[in-house]
């Protein structure tokens, strides 16, 4: 089991393995300065974790976003992009998408098994706090 800290963590690539003992492997081929792709083979599952704002470019994807056009972005196309080559590669059984702020909206977006994002972030009038 990865968790959630390390998870989200790595989603500004600082590691090269997750879990305990390195179960999840980072596939450095796939991975770059915005998603990283790690993979358990044992249990042929996909780790999945997208970045969140950290660059200048990535300032004008949060406004993409604001105003409801995250898909229209290269951020969120080279994500999809990116994914897709993963899923490719490793056929995995199951797939999981982590991310924070921005990256927490992309993987929401992203044909993946279970998403899990932390401080996701919001078009202009979306809720972003649950009011129960």
Do not use: C, W
């Not at 969140?52 to 290269?74: E, I, P």
């Not at 977006?109 to 932390?118: G, H, K, N, Q, T």
């Amino acid at each position: 089991m990865v968790k959630l800290y390390n998870a989200i963590k790595a989603s500004y690539g600082n590691a090269d393995t997750l879990g305990k003992h390195g179960q999840y492997v980072k596939d450095k081929s796939l991975s770059n300065s915005n998603e990283q792709v790690y993979y358990n083979k044992k249990k042929k599952k996909l780790l999945y974790s997208v970045a969140g704002t950290h660059n200048l470019s990535d300032a004008v994807t949060d406004g993409y976003l604001a105003f409801g056009h995250l898909k229209d972005t290269n951020r969120y196309k080279e994500a999809a992009d990116t994914l897709q080559k993963a899923k490719l590669k490793y056929n995995p059984k199951n797939t999981v998408g982590v991310g924070h702020s921005l990256g927490g909206s992309i993987i929401g977006y992203l044909p993946v098994d279970r998403s899990i994002s932390l401080d996701k972030g919001a078009t202009i009038g979306q809720p972003i706090r649950s009011t129960e």
